[in-house]
């Protein structure tokens, strides 16, 4: 068997762009304001990261997604890949200067999912999004031409944010699968277990101040992630500073329309208010 085709051509790059459209409205959004072939390399990075997430999530055996992911991995620290997503990560990774090792990190941190999902600690709960947002935070400094290292720590941080807005908005639908990213640390706190979540039988009061407790985190996260924004060219700077808001007005959202209550269904921002938010 000869080498796979390189990832570049048209028709990819439309697969990548329609992929980021359908499944990542508030990041399509985003990608609008940046310069075409920034916005175009970001598709192709949400691709190969969707590729990842669904492999773990579509499988019906864990054990096929499982040696599917590990495979992944192999091929991205060789350089190669025979899935179309994963050769636009590696054709990127090496134009761009982006470290093989994070689609490692983010693959570990997928294969966390396969398992009992249960997490111990505040400080667990942040290894896990740095695993499955926080690379991609790195990865995204070297799309959008940041030059300082500096200013990783910062996309880190908005990645961190993001991935806990998204635990926050998902605990129904993560619990339906079985899955529960409230660290047991917390839920002791506030008198509950891994079970009230799972059962879905915890009240809108008890489960509140949880909720509240990790987005004040990532609004802390969002603060920091700011401060970073001045290391992003001026033409990129935008498009992120968008996205920043956007994925916050869902914690915001949740908050005030919702009363910190998960359970109710999913947080979404409509289009007028992302509009507001944009001007």
Not at 17 to 26: E, F, G
Not at 98 to 120: F, K, N, Y
Request: glycine share 8%; net charge neutral.
């Amino acid at each position: 068997m000869g080498n796979p085709a390189p990832y570049t051509g048209v028709d990819q790059q439309k697969v990548a762009t329609a992929t980021l459209s359908n499944h990542a409205k508030s990041f399509w959004l985003a990608t609008l304001f940046l310069p075409k072939g920034v916005a175009d390399e970001a598709a192709v990075l949400y691709r190969f990261c969707r590729t990842v997430d669904d492999i773990a999530d579509d499988s019906i055996c864990a054990d096929d997604a499982r040696r599917e992911l590990k495979e992944l991995q192999a091929e991205c620290l060789a350089g190669r890949g025979h899935d179309p997503s994963v050769r636009g990560f590696v054709e990127i990774a090496a134009r761009r200067g982006i470290p093989t090792d994070t689609a490692v990190a983010l693959i570990d941190g997928v294969l966390s999912d396969l398992g009992t999902v249960r997490v111990q600690t505040h400080d667990d709960l942040l290894r896990y999004a740095y695993h499955v947002a926080g690379v991609v935070g790195r990865m995204m400094c070297g799309v959008l031409r940041v030059k300082d290292d500096f200013a990783t720590s910062f996309a880190v941080d908005l990645g961190l944010a993001m991935q806990l807005t998204n635990i926050c908005r998902d605990v129904r639908e993560d619990a339906e699968m079985g899955r529960v990213y409230i660290p047991n640390d917390l839920l002791r706190k506030h008198g509950l277990t891994v079970d009230d979540i799972l059962h879905l039988s915890a009240t809108s009061e008890s489960i509140k101040p949880i909720i509240d407790d990790l987005l004040n985190l990532a609004d802390n996260l969002y603060e920091r992630a700011l401060n970073g924004m001045k290391y992003i060219p001026v033409r990129s700077r935008i498009g992120i500073l968008i996205a920043r808001r956007v994925y916050r007005a869902i914690g915001h959202k949740l908050r005030t329309a919702h009363g910190s209550n998960p359970f109710h269904g999913r947080t979404v921002v409509g289009s007028l208010r992302k509009c507001a938010l944009v001007f």
